[in-house]
């Protein structure tokens, strides 16, 4: 689906990635993907929010800080999370075997892994692969890479841009994987950027951070927070040029590009939420504030009464009005009005009388829900999905 | 199911209740309910947190604070909310046409409404059902009444106890109905109690507002809240006696009771969850305060992923670590236990090895989660129910 026309462009100067099974998932499904930068590039992070961190995210958080990388090692099938002493010492292992492979010095790697939590990680089939891995290396082996992180997402999630930055043609590579235990703040998911820009750590970090705050922590599918949520960027320089530095037009161009990206991977990631049937575009406005307008549209779009009715087709507004009132914001009932896919189906608070035309309206893939309070000048947008069966079939299926 | 056992003695002297079917509902269910107390009674109302609430809900709280009156007409099938002035004329109208009925003065009776958002009420057919439902009132038409409120309940929930105070028999009986957008603060639904005992409305409240936060605010079946939860308490002081005063030992014993009967009904409407196939009691303890173990509670509670893991047996307790690790409370990952049915799982926050004895015992019914933070002094307990398929098949189904 999205991302696979983009395939044959797939590449980055001076970045080889790749993907392989190394046999911790079943069925020979690929589970262990490897980016390699060739010279050492800036890196930056930014990581789950949850308190209950997975061990490769408190070892990339140390070690990213550090600013400079060659790249990142992960395995998808086993989260490495509340493993113990022994998750650390994994998560090592699993770092200094790539660095070993590639011939890199010590603190090279960085390491990701996502799947079931509190099983310790089968770290000998990781290591026993490796070398396999590090040989099928190549500058176009970005979409095995996406399939090897892959958990119950249905599809690979990558996209790359072009933008002429300061001169050059600035190239940025994305990837991510994510389905489930989606929810702002942000979003369960990995995400690995590969970028030719010359860019030092700190500009890479803020760029990131303005990203991932208007694209990964605006979308959920079921209000869960993993403990591995992770989002790496590596920028090598090899596309020459002025180094692009913080607040100048070149950054502003580069943020543009990084947060286009994450948006088209995180909207990926909507659309391959478990069991979704529909991608969901919920606009709050007219609040008296951002945060308020935050609140309304997170409690809408995590109203399992409004997803529900959303998969049934339902364009049942007074469940987002149910929502809206619990949402804690400022809200006078009687100047509410609410859209579905432009259909005004709430006016001055209540019904229309154009269910109707709102119930054919909705019956596509992409719903927009708007609502404008009417109180103020400010807006929040995010992104969800429906609830349907699936959902609860993929949750409620035993591990194996 | 519940509450069946106690039908033929539910009834409190000097109350008489009823349920007919007035055409709100298709299929001649009932849909119509009257609740009465022969003379003036204390009343006292806790309502929702909802910032939209229903025309009936502001009706009532508004009347309510005149601390007497003589009981309430309750309709379901239709929430009268959102429904702008009409929808308070229609409440006002439906009580006036029970007050005539009845022969009783403007004023004296309160109003509630539960069932769909936004459509106007069909006040001709309450109102020309009113005379009939008045002349089928009787001591023991409680469960007509509480057949009447249902929506998408299974079935019908009612409750009576006795208990001796201050040298009396007091009796106290609740009639509730609540299966969907049942949530903490409050859980959406109607509950309706009479009682004999010799109280002003002031004492009442008290008595009421401790029950409500100790029962009803502590269930969760989706993490809605409804614009129409309304929680009454009607006192006609037919038992005789000294006055229950708050503070005096009576006080004590009656709060006792009414927390007892409170946690019944709200116990039933967890069991009568939409879709519900287990009833998950969840304990968090050894939290540095309240607030933080009914923080991670709720968190556990409202978790997609947790109630879809039980929903398919599995003692998935990662998913059980990470909705306490995303609940922003003070934790150390190491030291947490946690327990599903009596069985560890979870010791110095890794795996016990005890999954498949926890999988045993958790294919039961009645399921708790015990969560040890090993921090403090501090509990928290709350009740929610699995995540089935059943649960968005009633969600998902157009309203009709």
Redesign the interface.
């Known amino acids: 689906m999205a991302g696979e026309s983009n395939i044959r462009r797939l590449s980055v100067r001076g970045f080889r990635a790749g993907g392989i099974a190394s046999g911790i998932k079943k069925g020979g499904r690929k589970d262990l993907a490897l980016i390699v930068s060739d010279s050492p590039s800036s890196v930056a992070g930014v990581f789950t ?5 997975a061990a490769p995210v408190l070892f990339d958080i140390k070690r990213a800080g550090k600013g400079v990388s060659r790249g990142v090692i992960i395995n998808s099938g086993n ?1 490495n ?4 002493e022994k998750g650390f010492r994994d998560a090592k292992a699993m770092a200094k075997a790539a660095e070993g492979a590639l011939g890199l010095k010590d603190g090279s790697l960085l390491v990701a892994s996502t799947g ?4 310790p990680l089968p770290i000998e089939k990781i290591t026993s692969s490796i070398l396999r891995l590090s040989q099928r290396l190549s500058p176009s082996g970005w979409m095995d890479a996406a399939e090897a992180i892959r958990t119950t997402d249905a599809f690979a999630k990558a996209a790359v841009k072009k933008k002429r930055i300061g001169g050059r043609d600035v190239t940025l590579l994305g990837i991510a994987k994510g389905a ?2 989606i ?1 702002p703040d942000m979003a369960t998911m990995l995400a690995f950027f590969a970028t030719d820009a010359v860019m030092d750590s700190a500009t890479l970090k803020d760029a990131l951070s303005n990203a991932v705050r208007l694209s990964f922590n605006r979308i959920t599918v ?6 591995n949520d992770t989002v790496l960027i590596f920028a090598n320089g090899l596309c020459g040029g002025q180094p692009i530095r913080a607040g100048g037009q070149g950054f502003a161009a580069f943020s543009e590009l990084l947060t286009e990206l994450s948006l088209k991977l995180s909207h990926m990631v909507v659309r391959d939420g478990e069991g979704a049937t529909r991608f969901i575009a919920v606009e709050v406005r007219g609040a008296v504030s951002e945060g308020e307008a935050k609140a309304a549209a997170r409690k809408i779009a ?4 409004v997803k ?2 959303f ?4 364009p ?4 987002i ?6 949402s ?2 400022k ?1 006078r ?2 100047s509410v009005e609410i859209y579905l896919n432009r259909v005004r189906v ?1 006016e ?4 229309t009388g154009m269910e109707k035309a709102a ?1 054919r309206a909705i019956k596509k893939r992409d719903v927009t829900v708007e609502v404008d309070l009417k109180l103020g000048s400010h807006i929040y947008k995010l992104w969800t999905t429906d ?3 699936d ?3 993929i ?5 194996s």
Not at 222 to 227: A, V
Not at 302 to 305: F, R, V
Not at 321 to 326: N, P, V
């Open positions: 929010s949850n308190r209950v961190k989260a999370a509340c493993t113990g079931v939590i509190g099983v489930g235990m929810c079921d209000n869960g927070t993993s403990t995590g109203s399992l009464l529900t009715a998969f049934g087709g339902d049942n507004w007074g469940r009005m149910a929502a809206l009132g619990s804690g914001i809200m009932e009687g709430v001055d608070g209540m019904d119930a609830l349907s069966y959902y609860v079939r949750n409620s299926s035993y591990r």
